[in-house]
């Protein structure tokens, strides 16, 4: 089993077809046949079902097993290659939600972008769980989840709190951070935000009789064009907030009865790779660089 194996099995997974897979690796259908062959030789069983006169491919129970394997395979090839184009500069791989990458950390990236000398930065982006799952594993030297979870090679430390607010589309933005009541609310133009358990029992409390509504997103990138007539609105974290309320038409408030907290933790492995030890020193460094009232606001509370 080699790689040109691999990608040739990936790329019927990706385009159904003999001509397509074949053409996007610019090799021939009979060398491309040959590779899938070989693999499933190797492997022992049938991957994919070859119908005569169906055109389009499909994967077998084992092919559809295969698939988590061939994935592993290819990160691990792609890594692989990334070590001979590294330098002597520090390396680090950064993991978080996608609220941190997008709305939060933009202006640490940056900052490490333009560091001297330069440092090679790997960012991904996973939902809380796979984070831990990926820095126990070592493919993730840093990771910034939403849970607390409990597992025995990782070290986990609370690196800061937000609170949720109210954020509003509104024809002409008032004055941020203001008070709103329930009665003030268009429930119908609800978008409901996902977040923690805590959350959701806070919510549910909060609504009542109203319940869920009909809109229900988990990902911050869906907000800005779902929230698109005056009047919409959803609960979120302030971080989304603040910066969706500096780009566009809307206000954000406090509620009354205020929903908890939203609550960021930082993760690693006790066994961190040498490798990386440099490159996490430098990212603390940076963090309390960039995000100076951030960072003394947090050591206060954990005092």
Known sequence: ????????????????????????????????????????????VRLIERSRGVRSLALTNYGAEFLTIAKRWEKLAIDA???????????????????????????????????????????????????YLQVDRGEIDVAFPLVDLTMKNIVVHKFY???????????SP??????????????????????????HTWYEHWKGERGYPLLQIDTAQL???????????????????QKVASLDSFTYYQLEDAPPKRICYKIQSKFTKDSALEGISILDSYLNTVFPDFIQERDEKNK
């Not at 008032?174 to 959350?199: H, K, T, Y």
């Open 1 to 44: 089993m080699d790689t040109l194996e691999i990608e040739a099995f990936l790329a019927i997974v990706q385009y159904g077809s003999l001509t397509e897979a074949a053409n996007s690796l610019f090799i021939s259908q009979s060398t491309f046949s040959h590779r899938l062959t070989e693999l499933e030789r190797e492997v022992g």
């Open 81 to 131: 290659k990334q070590i001979r184009s590294r330098t002597n500069n520090p390396t680090l791989s950064v993991g978080a939600v996608d609220t941190f990458h997008t709305f939060f950390f933009p202006p640490l990236y940056q900052a490490l972008r333009e560091r001297k000398p330069a440092m090679n930065l790997r960012i991904q982006t996973h939902n809380s769980t796979e984070l």
């Open 161 to 171: 709190t937000e609170q949720r607010v109210l954020l509003r589309r509104e024809r």
């Open 174 to 199: 008032g004055v941020c951070n203001e008070l709103i009541s329930p009665d003030q609310l268009d429930f119908a133009r609800e978008i409901f935000f996902e977040g923690d358990s805590l959350f």
């Open 223 to 241: 907000l800005l064009p779902l929230l698109n007539q005056e009047g919409a609105w959803a609960i979120v974290p302030l971080c989304i907030a």
